[in-house]
C-alpha cells in the first residue's frame, strides 16, 4: 500500500501526467483508501512542489503540470467519492476582476486549492463588481480570491470590498488578492484580508484565513 501512495506522490511532484491515472487505479485495485490517495498521495505531493517552487528549484511551467497531474488523479477519485465521504475544507470563490483577461495565475491556484481538499467556484476571466457580490450572497464562501494581472485593473480589487461591505457582507467572508503587480501593501491599503504573492502562498493563506489565524 505504502508503494502506491510512493508512486502517486513521485508522479506528481515530477508531474508525470501521461501516469498518473494508471497510478492512481492500481492503487486502488490494490486496496488503497480514496481518502488516502488524497490525504497521504496527492495533498503532500503538491505541498513538496509548493516548497520547491519556493526554493527556486521548479519555476511556474513545472509547476501547472504538477498541478495538471494531481488534478487528473482528482477526477479519477472524485466520482467514487460518496457525498457524505467528501470532506471540504470550505467553499472559496475565485475570479479575475473586470477588465482584466489573464488566468493562468488563478487557475494555479484553483488547481491547487482543489488539491488541498477546498471546493473551489470559478468566476473566470473579467468579472463585475457585481458579479462577484451576488455570487457571495449566493454561494455565501468562506474566502473570496481576487485575481489582476493589470496595473489598471487592481482598483477594481477595492471597489469589490468597497461593494461588500456596502451590502453587509464584509463580516463573513475573507478576502485574498494576488497577481503580478498586486503587492502586500496595496492589500493593505484596499482592506483585504491577505496577500498572496504566488500560488504555494495564496493556498498556505488561505489555509491560514479558514483556520482563523
Known amino acids: 500500500m505504502g508503494n502506491h501512495i510512493e508512486k502517486i506522490t513521485a508522479a506528481v511532484i ?6 498518473i491515472e494508471t497510478l492512481v487505479k492500481a492503487a486502488l485495485v490494490g486496496g488503497v483508501n480514496l481518502n488516502g490517495v488524497i490525504d497521504e498521495a496527492l495533498i503532500p505531493a503538491m505541498d513538496v512542489v509548493g516548497q520547491y517552487f519556493a526554493e527556486g528549484r521548479i519555476y511556474i511551467p513545472e509547476m501547472l503540470v504538477s498541478a495538471m497531474t494531481m488534478k487528473k488523479g482528482l477526477e479519477i477519485i472524485k ?13 472559496i470563490l475565485m475570479g479575475t476582476v ?13 488547481m491547487m486549492l482543489e488539491g488541498a481538499g477546498f471546493h473551489v467556484i470559478d468566476l473566470g476571466i473579467d468579472s463585475s463588481v457585481e458579479k462577484f457580490v451576488q455570487q457571495v450572497q449566493e454561494a455565501r464562501p468562506k474566502i473570496l480570491g481576487l485575481s489582476a494581472l ?11 470590498i468597497e461593494a461588500l461591505e456596502e451590502r453587509r457582507l ?10 503580478a503587480p498586486v503587492t502586500e501593501a496595496f ?6 484580508d491577505g496577500y498572496g504573492k504566488d500560488a504555494p502562498e495564496a493556498v498556505q493563506q488561505v489555509r491560514s484565513l479558514v483556520a482563523g489565524k
Not at 14 to 19: L, R
Not at 79 to 91: D, F, R
Not at 170 to 179: A, E, H, S
Not at 187 to 192: L, Q
Open 14 to 19: 515530477d508531474g508525470k501526467h501521461t501516469e
Open 79 to 91: 466520482p467514487l467519492l460518496k457525498v457524505e465521504e467528501i470532506a471540504s475544507k470550505g467553499t
Open 98 to 110: 473586470e477588465g482584466d483577461l489573464h488566468d493562468i495565475g488563478k487557475n494555479l491556484v484553483i
Open 150 to 160: 493589470l496595473t489598471t485593473t487592481m482598483p477594481e480589487m477595492g471597489k469589490i
Open 170 to 179: 464584509r463580516d463573513n467572508i475573507k478576502v485574498l488578492v494576488g497577481g
Open 187 to 192: 492589500a493593505e491599503k484596499i482592506g483585504a
